[in-house]
């Protein structure tokens, strides 16, 4: 019985002296209030409990969502709602560990609030609801990385999901976009009706050509050798015909036979 309780104990002393790192996870030990510099990666990690433990970090890609008014060049606030994509560096971990803690979210925050102000300041409001939105992004990203990647975090993107624009402004905007699209239906049906202009233009003058050639090339002569040709085409047929002629043009009668 004494044995048993023994092996009891030992298992539960095994048991509580192991922890799994499982995977999209690295761990750190720490002893006595120091921090090993090995990083362990997903499978077990073994430690004496009574004067170590074992620091989990998950390395897999995090969303960061915030909610903040953005500056804009001409002094505006913007409503937006803001994803922030991130993950840590593995080998980075005890760094981040010593440096930032593990609650370091409220960090990258703050150093967006700062990227976002000095980005947004640079281009007006409308950009922001605009095509250059990715290129806002990325700059934001971009000055985010000059901190963050020396502090073993990497910036995946910044996604603008949401901008709230003031209402006037709005209003403006829509009534820009739908001025630009009735002028740009107004060029395409101006240009359809030039092209089917020309196209009237040049087949009058293709039939005005043609009537032409035609009015020249038909003189009397040939008229006369043409004449000459239907008749004798007319005469192969097996019906009698009556010509009546004047002696320069003759004028052709069918009859049965």
């Known amino acids: 019985m004494k044995n048993r309780s023994i092996l009891i104990l030992v298992a539960i002393s095994i048991l509580s002296s192991c ?17 090993s510099e090995k990083v362990h990666i997903s ?15 998950s390395i897999q890609t995090s969303n960061l969502e915030l909610s903040l008014s953005l500056p804009s060049k001409e002094g505006l606030s913007i409503n937006s709602q803001i994803s ?13 560990i010593k440096n930032l803690g593990i609650a370091f979210e409220p ?13 947004c300041s640079q281009y007006f409001a409308k ?23 020396r502090q073993g975090i990497e910036i995946d993107a910044v996604l603008m999901k949401s901008i709230q624009l003031p209402q006037g402004l709005a209003t403006s905007i829509e009534q820009k976009l739908q001025a630009e699209q009735d002028v740009m239906r107004m060029e395409f049906t101006l240009k359809q009706a030039k092209l089917e202009a020309d196209r009237k233009i040049i087949e009058a003058k293709g039939t005005s050509d043609a009537q032409k050639i035609i009015s020249q090339g038909l003189t009397n002569e040939i008229i006369k050798i043409r004449s000459i040709e239907a ?17 320069k043009t003759p004028f052709l009668i069918n009859s049965d036979k």
Do not use: C
Request: aromatic share 6%; glycine share 6%; net charge positive.
């Open 19 to 35: 922890t799994i790192i499982k995977p999209g996870e690295v761990g750190v030990k720490q002893k006595l209030g120091r921090l």
């Open 84 to 96: 922030i994509l991130y993950k840590l560096s593995p080998e980075q971990a005890p760094f981040i």
């Open 107 to 119: 960090i990258i925050a703050n150093i967006f609030r700062s990227a976002s102000a000095d980005v």
């Open 43 to 57: 499978g077990p990690v073994y430690y004496n409990p009574l004067i170590s433990r074992v620091i989990k970090l």
């Open 231 to 247: 008749f004798l085409e007319l005469s192969k047929s097996p019906n009698s015909k009556v010509i009546i002629t004047d002696g």
């Open 127 to 149: 950009d922001l609801h605009s095509g250059m939105r990715a290129e806002i992004e990325k700059a934001i990203k971009d000055k985010m990385m000059e901190t963050l990647n």
